[in-house]
């Protein structure tokens, strides 16, 4: 009963932590930034809503929570020695590089760079010194590195989770420039999850002995405690050449390898301390690894979201639209619309015109076989039908490269970039 009442109330004490730390609260904003970000640019090129940013905060905050719950049970069995102090350095750390790269949010690079100062540190000596710089170098020599990169090697297998779980459903489709200047279709997948922990960590007021030995060992004989260690999780991958789920399937399997790997780099660091630096040299390569391994899958194959002779390629569906009611998914081809060869926009619109009250699809799916699908139309439906297509020539908003940096990313008012036609037909049908 002593354990549980120890563990029950530093839990309240780690909450009240948790409250009171701004971190939480900085992940949410940054969501919220994106999300709405998101929206402003599916209304601009599809001229529709796709996503409410709401419900993708609310659904990821829930997600972030259950993440954080499991790592916080795992944790407990890990025993890193972590402290507020080494959330500040990683945090800061985070914050630095965003502004040479937004991508560096991850905590990857965070902590493997602050593991490589640290062995630096530890051949100059100026933690011994006196001053703000010798207090720096202290503070920093002082982080159990070993247990920050584990933490990563957590956060990532979560993050692996997620992205198999739902990342398609995280999904925007956009239109986007080809190698050779054409525009193609392709999707964007992109979520983000604020995951609040609670870790027990050795150091601190309660006295009552743990009835298990942690991974990491440490000297937990001067106690130990709960700390609130507030982080965020997250993931990014374009396709141009894959279904989204395909694509998620993908992106999680190089998380989960990742994962495993930093685990076990960490796990040796802890025990053989010389292997630190190679600890940290693997969270920073193998992080780029997993993203030249996505980019280099992508150049090796064809564009998928492009028309060609069968048809008009479905790249998203409208929700709440006839398209949606009758399953259509994107990748699949408009064949044929109430019995009409359909090539171009034109001949879609025209064959949807020819029966204003019913319509009947021929469509070839992912296997290239062909399906029927028949609905009513009824009157004040949103839409003709609730399709986007493929870009063609008279497309007229593409997504251009994405921001480098932090202050690229809040200064860039418009999102997609314009092309220079005389004409312009809306890409939703």
């Known amino acids: 009963m002593d354990m549980v009442d120890a563990l029950l109330r530093q839990l309240g004490q780690a909450a009240l932590q948790l409250v009171l730390q701004p971190y939480y609260y900085i992940a949410v904003l940054f969501l919220i930034f994106q999300y709405s970000r998101q929206i402003r640019l599916e209304r601009q090129m599809f001229a529709v809503r796709l996503h409410m940013w709401p419900r993708l905060l609310g659904k990821a905050l829930m997600m972030g929570l259950a993440a954080g719950a499991v790592m916080s049970v795992a944790g407990v069995f890990i025993g890193a020695s972590l402290t507020s102090e080494a959330l500040i350095w990683l945090w800061a750390a985070a914050a630095v590089l965003m502004l040479v790269r937004v991508r560096y949010l991850c905590f990857a690079y965070g902590a493997g760079l602050l593991a490589l100062l640290q062995w630096i540190l530890g051949w100059t000596g100026l933690d011994s010194q006196s001053g703000t710089v010798g207090e720096m170098a202290e503070s920093l020599a002082g982080i159990d590195m070993p247990g920050l990169l584990m933490l990563v090697a957590l956060l990532h297998l979560i993050e692996a989770l997620l992205v198999r779980r739902g990342g398609d459903k995280l999904a925007t489709p956009l239109f986007l420039e080809g190698k050779r200047g054409k525009l193609?279709?392709?999707?964007?997948?992109?979520?983000?999850?604020?995951?609040?922990?609670?870790?027990?960590?050795?150091?601190?007021?309660?006295?009552?002995?743990?009835?298990?030995?942690?991974?990491?060992?440490?000297?937990?004989?001067?106690?130990?405690?709960?700390?609130?260690?507030?982080?965020?999780?997250?993931?990014?991958?374009?396709?141009?050449?894959?279904?989204?789920?395909?694509?998620?399937?993908?992106?999680?399997?190089?998380?989960?390898?990742?994962?495993?790997?930093?685990?076990?780099?960490?796990?040796?660091?802890?025990?053989?301390?010389?292997?630190?630096?190679?600890?940290?040299?693997?969270?920073?390569?193998?992080?780029?690894?997993?993203?030249?391994?996505?980019?280099?899958?992508?150049?090796?194959?064809?564009?998928?979201?492009?028309?060609?002779?069968?048809?008009?390629?479905?790249?998203?569906?409208?929700?709440?639209?006839?398209?949606?009611?009758?399953?259509?998914?994107?990748?699949?081809?408009?064949?044929?619309?109430?019995?009409?060869?359909?090539?171009?926009?034109?001949?879609?619109?025209?064959?949807?015109?020819?029966?204003?009250?019913?319509?009947?699809?021929?469509?070839?799916?992912?296997?290239?076989?062909?399906?029927?699908?028949?609905?009513?139309?009824?009157?004040?439906?949103?839409?003709?039908?609730?399709?986007?297509?493929?870009?063609?020539?008279?497309?007229?908003?593409?997504?251009?490269?994405?921001?480098?940096?932090?202050?690229?990313?809040?200064?860039?008012k418009r999102t997609a970039s314009r092309r220079e036609r005389s004409s312009a037909v809306s890409a939703g049908d």
């Open 184 to 412: 193609v279709g392709g999707y964007m997948l992109q979520g983000f999850w604020p995951v609040p922990l609670l870790m027990l960590v050795p150091g601190g007021e309660e006295t009552a002995s743990l009835p298990w030995t942690p991974l990491l060992g440490g000297d937990w004989s001067g106690g130990w405690s709960i700390v609130a260690l507030p982080m965020i999780i997250g993931f990014s991958e374009l396709t141009r050449s894959m279904l989204p789920a395909d694509k998620a399937k993908h992106a999680a399997k190089g998380l989960l390898l990742y994962s495993i790997c930093v685990a076990a780099f960490a796990a040796l660091a802890a025990y053989v301390p010389e292997l630190l630096p190679l600890a940290a040299v693997c969270s920073l390569v193998l992080h780029e690894a997993i993203i030249w391994r996505s980019r280099a899958v992508e150049s090796a194959r064809s564009p998928l979201y492009v028309n060609d002779a069968r048809g008009l390629r479905i790249l998203g569906i409208v929700p709440g639209t006839p398209a949606a009611a009758m399953e259509l998914k994107a990748g699949e081809i408009l064949h044929k619309v109430n019995g009409r060869r359909i090539r171009t926009k034109e001949d879609l619109h025209a064959a949807l015109h020819e029966n204003p009250a019913f319509c009947k699809l021929e469509v070839l799916n992912h296997d290239g076989e062909l399906k029927f699908a028949q609905r009513a139309r009824y009157a004040g439906e949103h839409h003709q039908l609730g399709v986007i297509l493929a870009p063609d020539e008279q497309a007229t908003y593409y997504v251009s490269a994405g921001p480098g940096s932090l202050l690229e990313l809040f200064s860039r």
